[in-house]
């Protein structure tokens, strides 16, 4: 059993990435969430290879709130799109899926990415 919330995540995690993998045509949304941002990566496991990235650091008047993560989850999928990619294998790195999480997945959804 896990003493701590942070092992308890990473043990999550790891089960997450044994169960998934991105590829060029699909590759996989992981999401990081800290106490005062959140980042999201489009990643080709195949080559290692990060295909896009967007965070609330870059974003104005960013704080780490539902609100931010649902406009870095626009900001992924437009950049995701603008590249081909319409398809993604979502990867919440051990993180429940519900706030902010959550905000930023139907915020990529709404711009079009399909997962």
Sequence with gaps: MS???????LRIKR?????????????RLSVFRSNKAI???LIDDTTGVTLAAASSVK??????????ANRVGKDIA???ISKGISAVVFDRSGYLYHGKV??????????????
């Design 15 to 27: 089960s997450i990435r044994n169960k998934i993998s991105g590829t060029s045509e699909r590759p």
């Design 78 to 80: 437009e950049k995701a």
């Design 39 to 41: 980042y999201a990566q």
């Design 102 to 115: 959550k905000s930023l997945a139907e915020g990529a959804r709404e711009a079009g990415l399909k997962f």
């Design 3 to 9: 003493t701590n919330k942070i092992s308890r995540r």
């Design 59 to 68: 974003l104005d008047d960013a704080k780490a709130n539902v609100e931010t």
